[in-house]
C-alpha cells in the first residue's frame, strides 16, 4: 500500500510540474505577443508622428509660395490688373450659348509633337 500511494504521489507531482511547464511557455508565448504589439504600437506611433511632420511641411504657406514661384510661374497680380468694379466687365450677349463659343474637339485632342529637340526645364519662377 505503501508503494502504491507512493506511486501516485510520483505521478501526481510529475504530472503537477509538466502543467506548471507548460503553464509557464504559455504565459511566455502571451507575454512575447504583448512585447510585440507594443513594440509595432510604438513603430506606428512614430510613423504617424513623421507623417505628421511632413504633412506640415508640406502644406506650410512659405513653402507652397515658393513651389508656386518655382514650377507655375504664378505671381500676385499688379495693381492694373485689378478691376476697382466688377459691372465694367461686359456681359455675354443675349442668347448666347456658355459652351457653344468653345470646339471641344480641339481641346481633346494632343497637339503633334515635334521631333528633334528636347525641351529643357528650367525654373520659371525666377525668369518672371
Avoid: C, H, W
Avoid at 9 to 38: E, H, R
Avoid at 63 to 81: C, D, G, H, I, T
Wanted: proline share 7%; net charge positive.
Amino acid at each position: 500500500m505503501r508503494k502504491m500511494v507512493t506511486g501516485l504521489a510520483v505521478i501526481t507531482a510529475m504530472s503537477a510540474g509538466a502543467a506548471v511547464t507548460q503553464l509557464k511557455m504559455a504565459v511566455q508565448d502571451k507575454t512575447d505577443n504583448v512585447k510585440q504589439i507594443v513594440r509595432q504600437i510604438q513603430e506606428d506611433e512614430q510613423a504617424i508622428r513623421l507623417l505628421e511632420a511632413e504633412l506640415a511641411y508640406q502644406t506650410s504657406p512659405n513653402r507652397l509660395q515658393e513651389q508656386s514661384n518655382r514650377f507655375l510661374a504664378l505671381m500676385a497680380p499688379k495693381a492694373s490688373q485689378v478691376l476697382p468694379d466688377p459691372s465694367t466687365i461686359p456681359k455675354r450677349p443675349a442668347g448666347a450659348d456658355v459652351d457653344s463659343t468653345v470646339d471641344l474637339s480641339v481641346a481633346r485632342e494632343p497637339a503633334p509633337k515635334k521631333p528633334g529637340r528636347k525641351k529643357s526645364y528650367k525654373k520659371r519662377g525666377a525668369q518672371l
